[in-house]
């Protein structure tokens, strides 16, 4: 149920929320179709199939999708609204930035669901979600790179 739940406030609050709250601290927000997308992964992530490692399963999919993918469209949103220029590689260490702080604050929230007793998450798959985070958005990235070079697939 809270899964449910959160699959549906998390992106609507960010997609209602972020733009005016740019637009308050005095930045033109992007177009939000790089948002909707975010938000419409963040959405569908939920609902993946899981897949077992180490003989449990596993939520991989859904923090490579809402948690990594999710991150590289916010990333995208966010420098086209704040004008950021920068090299490739303080791209993809911004990048890593944010999933990193969005994916331990999306553990600690689970910690804290757990411990307080509103539903048991397991805690156990927690590197396996790190790692599920920062490999969507490092893929991401190289798509965002080979799209920006002007290839085609």
Known sequence: MVSVALSIIVPIAIYSYLPRWLQNLGYKPAPKNLLAAACVLYFVSF???TF???GQDTSFA???VGGGLFSGFLWLYLKQSLRW???GWLELISLYLLVSGLG???ELFELLIEK???TYV???DTWWDLLANSLGALAFWLVY???QSGRHF
């Open 47 to 49: 609902y993946l199939p």
């Open 52 to 54: 077992r490692i180490e």
């Open 62 to 64: 859904t923090h490579f």
């Open 85 to 87: 220029k920068m090299l």
């Open 104 to 106: 331990v604050a999306n």
């Open 116 to 118: 307080t007793g509103i």
């Open 122 to 124: 397991g805690s156990w």
């Open 145 to 147: 790179k080979f799209v």
